[in-house]
């Protein structure tokens, strides 16, 4: 299976919620204005509380390291995600 890919400028807030997974320092020096922070370690460990099963979201980080796990892994487990790019 072929992750969902998309670059943030195609993204706009009615699409779903849009996640941004940097740790808290980095998320505060540049993100999305339209992201929420949840850094990747805090998502990993509690997505089944954090985020509702039926519902869209577009995971992005500033490299794509962090949120292509996410994605992937959050994929296997039934959620709808695709991954965001600055590219």
Aim: proline share 5%.
């Amino acid at each position: 299976m072929n992750m969902k890919r998309l670059n943030i400028n195609n993204y706009n807030k009615n699409m779903g919620t849009l996640i941004d997974v940097q740790n808290p320092i980095d998320y505060k020096a540049y993100h999305h204005p339209d992201s929420i922070n949840i850094p990747y370690e805090k998502l990993m460990l509690n997505y089944k509380t954090l985020l509702e099963i039926n519902k869209p979201y577009f995971i992005v980080c500033n490299k794509g390291t962090k949120s292509r796990k996410a994605v992937s892994i959050l994929e296997f487990y039934g959620y709808d995600v695709t991954q965001m790019s600055y590219e």
